[in-house]
Structures are given as structure tokens and as C-alpha cells.
């Protein structure tokens, strides 16, 4: 890790998530919380455009 550090053209940076969603597969997704709590939820509202 170290040596990354030294190049002049290449960033490391800490992320620390506050909230996500984990879709492991078919039907099988879940939210996860800032403590680490994960909770299974069911997706119905299917994928929603970009403007």
C-alpha cells in the first residue's frame, strides 16, 4: 500500500457507506444500515430511468 502512495498519479480513498442495497442474485436483495444490520427486502418498483 505504500508504494501506491508515492505515485503522483493515483488516489486511495476511505469510503465509509451510510446506507446501500446488496443484490446478491434473483430475488434476493438486501438493505444495508450503517451498523452493519442487513434486512431482506422485496423490489417491486423495478429499474427507474435516468435524466
Same mark, same amino acid.
Given at each position: 500500500?505504500?508504494?501506491?502512495?508515492?505515485?503522483? /498519479? $493515483?488516489?486511495? $480513498? %476511505?469510503? &465509509?457507506?451510510?446506507? #446501500?442495497?446488496?443484490?446478491? #442474485?434473483? #430475488? @434476493?436483495? $438486501?438493505?444495508?444500515?450503517?451498523?452493519?444490520?442487513? /434486512?431482506?427486502? %422485496?423490489? /417491486? @418498483? #423495478?429499474? &427507474?430511468?435516468? %435524466?
Amino acid at each position: 500500500m505504500q508504494e501506491l502512495v508515492q505515485f503522483q /498519479d $493515483f488516489s486511495l $480513498f %476511505h469510503l &465509509i457507506p451510510q446506507q #446501500g442495497l446488496f443484490v446478491k #442474485g434473483f #430475488g @434476493q436483495a $438486501f438493505q444495508v444500515a450503517p451498523n452493519n444490520q442487513v /434486512d431482506v427486502v %422485496h423490489l /417491486d @418498483q #423495478g429499474h &427507474i430511468e435516468q %435524466h
